[in-house]
């Protein structure tokens, strides 16, 4: 009896070539529907699933292979005496070899403008099946889910033949392989249907792809690996040029997108560049270009900038590329490059080069914990730039150029690590305190940060990301010079903080929402 291979995919990548090669090596193929009519076409002789079944594909193709000739041919064990004779019996041929990869589900529901009837043609019944019952008898089946495992189950096949047993440490690979698939299918699948299901839903299945092996974790005696959702983001990272990107580049290359998103898809004359160290920017301005944008931001802490990760919300060009020649820089990462801006880039064979959208994320936010996950919605740029609840709570109001730099203060306070404060002029920051324990102490660096830098604090806006609890934080920025504040309020002590500010003739608006980044 010649060993049979049963062909049914989606993804015909590859799946002529190996046809040819398994009718080479003496198999007979049985197809379905389309990969049929593509091995028909390419000359290869085929047998149709309905001359296995007995039964028409049937229901716009809903039903064709959920068959006991099917399903027996799979699950039977080769060495079992009972499931021989039930072979035998029924006139079930065995099926040696499983190759199917399923409707694009995932792809289908990502398009826009998708129905809902559309998204549920395309949940595949036949083809889980299939990979299942063949995965479970992995022993006797060669199951394939993924077209680039073609070559090595050929050259298997060729090395050490079909004899039940053979190759036992791939044949559970690839069976491992198969159930990993059809668990992020179906995760896929879960979360279309409660996508807008109020509420948490009850159960949360994550699926993630192993993206690339890094070098190692936060630390040298770390291991550590990328892995990457079915959502838009790191998935769809490039690297252009440099070394192997590390587990803490990746850190802040996310981070300095979050720092820039405010500002995407506002033209290219609302360049924004964020310099970012440990997670947190330690520089960060608007510019008419990419280079103008990038040399204010590096302006706010020109020492701390030094082995930063620089992000960009539109192209980088040569110009700017040229002016970030003399700085040592990790990883450089922006939606678009020009040509020439990578070629001077590739003067540094170890500076990374990466090509990734700056827009802001979709999804939720997940926050690791021992033992589990914290889960949270993103918050979105519109509904903190949303300024019908800000309110000016101070005797004297912001002027024009105040009001402006208190927006740009605000939408960039929210990617500095918490307690945050943010001292702003002319749309870029001049000093930044992040992370510090106490919001005076916050106040306090990012004052003595400008001064370090040659920046005068006097006439500078502040933003904090959550309110004051004390006036003691309002009294340090005022003794410096800042002129205007913006902050959540919320305090228990706001008319001291408000009282503060009004004794010291400072503007300042309450926004209604915190920015906590932890």
Request: charged fraction near 25%.
């Amino acid at each position: 009896m010649k060993a049979r291979a049963l062909l049914s995919v989606s993804d015909k990548r590859g799946i002529v070539e190996l046809a040819r090669e398994l009718v080479a090596l003496g198999w007979e193929i049985v197809s379905t529907g389309g990969t049929a009519e593509a091995l028909r076409q390419a000359g290869i002789p085929v047998i149709p699933i309905e001359q296995v079944t007995g039964f028409p594909e049937m229901m716009d193709g809903r039903v064709k292979t959920l068959h006991p000739k099917v399903h027996g041919g799979l699950l039977a064990r080769r060495a079992h005496p009972g499931d021989r004779a039930a072979l035998a019996e029924h006139g079930i041929t065995p099926i040696d070899l499983v190759v199917v990869n399923l409707y694009p589900f995932r792809e289908t529901v990502a398009k826009p403008g998708v129905t809902f009837e559309q998204a549920i043609e395309q949940i595949d019944i036949g083809g889980p099946s299939m990979l299942r019952s063949a995965a479970k008898n992995h022993q006797d089946v060669f199951v394939v889910v993924d077209p680039d495992d073609y070559s090595r189950v050929v050259a298997a096949l060729k090395g050490e033949g079909l004899t039940p047993g053979t190759s036992p440490g791939l044949r559970r690979e690839l069976a491992a392989k198969v159930f990993a698939h059809t668990a992020a299918y179906d995760a896929a699948i879960h979360g279309y249907l409660t996508k807008d299901t109020p509420g948490w839903p009850e159960r949360i299945t994550l699926a993630l792809q192993r993206r690339q092996e890094l070098r190692y974790g936060e630390n040298p005696h770390q291991a550590g690996a990328l892995y990457a959702t079915a959502e838009p983001g790191i998935r769809d990272l490039e690297q252009l040029s440099g070394k192997e990107l590390s587990f803490n580049n990746l850190l802040d290359l996310d981070a300095g997108l979050l720092a820039v998103a405010p500002w995407s898809s506002r033209g290219a004359d609302r360049a924004a560049c964020a310099i970012i160290k440990h997670t947190t920017p330690c520089g960060i301005a608007l510019g008419r270009s990419a280079r103008e944008a990038y040399e204010r931001a590096l302006a706010t802490d020109r020492t701390s900038a030094f082995g930063s990760v620089i992000a960009f919300n539109v192209a980088v060009d040569r110009a700017a590329a040229e002016a970030m020649r003399e700085l040592f820089v990790e990883v450089v990462v922006a939606p678009a490059f020009a040509d020439d801006a990578i070629a001077v880039f590739r003067e540094k064979k170890n500076l990374r080069v990466v090509r990734l959208p700056a827009g802001e994320a979709g999804g939720w936010d997940w926050k690791r914990m021992r033992g589990g996950f914290l889960a949270q919605q993103r918050s979105h740029i519109e509904q903190v730039m949303d300024e019908t609840g800000w309110k000016v709570v101070t005797r004297r109001p912001p002027g024009d150029v105040e009001w402006r730099d208190l927006r740009f203060a605000w939408g960039a306070v929210g990617a500095v690590k918490s307690n945050a404060i943010l001292l702003v002029r002319d749309e870029a920051a001049i000093g930044i305190g992040a992370g510090q324990t106490s919001r005076v102490d916050a106040s306090f660096l990012a004052i003595h940060k400008a001064r370090q830098q040659g920046h005068d604090p006097k006439g500078a806006v502040l933003a904090s990301d959550a309110f004051f609890p004390f006036a003691d934080g309002v009294e340090e920025a005022a003794r410096a010079g800042v002129r205007a504040i913006i902050q959540p309020g919320g305090s228990v002590k706001d008319a001291e903080v408000v009282a503060a500010a009004d004794e010291a003739d400072l503007a300042m608006v309450f926004t209604g929402i915190r920015q906590f980044r932890h």
